[in-house]
């Protein structure tokens, strides 16, 4: 038997977790994460967490289930996230994703490649060519071998990058054509994907808004904290708004630098995450924010026709 799935994907700020609690709420539905950052604990205002009354007592997912110095991959994600829409789907409930990463969602739908065992040699060479030309230089070799996944991946998340390149040059094919050869999609469900794709003037200016929010909320203190019980070389310390803290605590750039490189980072950020959902020919789009009440109206519609196809017969 097939249970359906919602998708509400776009960019970030476009409104995304707001709008999966609205249909929530509407079609008897839980919550599943698919962001890559709110999977720590404790990194909670840069990754943007949904606070709890927020979440209008809406069951969430996959928030919160790893420590900062944890490792989580793709794969965990994978495990973790088909388990979880298993289990609602036993208690009557319509699973909603939501999350701005393209990898992540990928994974969950489509499945993983077995890839190569990894290559120490060749992750130290290409960790000493970075500490010599910076990330900048492994993003820019990322982007010449393979397009679609520099698209996808932060010039800043070092980790992935060289995960990547390491796939590349072990197999001479980039990592993004394996993904497209999952061995493994999700059974059981039929899909419903929706995608934000608010103005791109206000999506920008939404942006730094919230990043001057986040800084003006905690968020130095936030990874003082992080820093303070888990040391500053961290994974998820590399992500957008947490890094450039990092930089700033360490005394390499001043509080209104970190400001204005997250929310230039940030912006950048959400145009490589519409040009990643953009290719996805079965994502619905809405020209505007989930939190606009058209777009949420319009959301509405959508959905309940959709989940008419599962309804039993009178």
């Keep these: 038997m097939t249970e359906p799935l919602i998708v509400v994907a776009g960019p970030t700020g476009s409104g995304k977790s707001g709008l999966a609690v609205d249909l929530a709420l509407a079609f ?10 709110q999977v720590y604990r404790h990194l909670n ?6 606070p709890e009354i927020e979440r209008q007592g809406v069951r969430h997912h996959l928030i919160d289930v790893v420590e900062p110095d944890q490792v989580f991959t793709a794969g965990e994600y994978l495990r973790l996230g088909r388990s979880v829409l298993n289990q609602i789907g036993q208690r ?10 393209g ?25 000493h060519r970075t500490e010599q030309k910076g990330t900048g230089y492994l993003h820019r070799l990322l982007s010449r071998v393979d397009a679609n996944s520099a698209i996808n991946i932060s010039p800043n998340d070092k980790p992935k990058m060289i995960r990547a390149l390491e796939v590349y040059f ?33 999506l920008y200016e939404y942006i730094d808004r919230r990043v001057v929010g986040m800084f003006a909320t905690g968020l130095v203190a936030e990874v003082q904290a992080i820093c303070s019980s888990f040391g500053a070389d961290l994974k998820p310390l590399q992500s957008l708004g947490y890094a450039q803290t990092v930089a700033y605590l360490r005394g390499e750039i001043s509080l209104a630098e970190a400001v204005a490189l997250t929310q230039r980072q940030t912006r950048k950020y959400a145009k490589r995450q519409l040009t990643w959902f953009r290719r996805d020919k ?14 949420r109206g319009a959301a509405r519609d959508l959905v309940s026709k959709f989940l008419a196809r599962y309804q039993s017969p009178p």
């Design 103 to 127: 990898l992540y969602l990928k994974a969950l739908l489509e499945g993983l490649f077995e890839g190569p065992q990894r290559s120490d040699s060749l992750r130290t060479r290409l960790g």
């Design 282 to 295: 079965e994502i619905a789009w809405f020209e505007g924010f989930g939190s606009e009440p058209s777009v």
């Design 28 to 37: 008897g539905g839980e919550v599943v994460n698919c962001d890559s950052v």
């Design 170 to 202: 072990l197999t001479s094919v980039p990592i993004s054509q394996h993904f497209t050869l999952g061995r493994d999609p999700l059974q059981g469900f039929g899909v419903l994907q929706i995608g934000l794709n608010p103005p791109r003037q206000q």
């Design 45 to 50: 205002i840069g990754a943007a967490k949904l």
């Design 92 to 101: 009557q409930r319509i699973p909603i994703v939501t999350g701005g990463t």
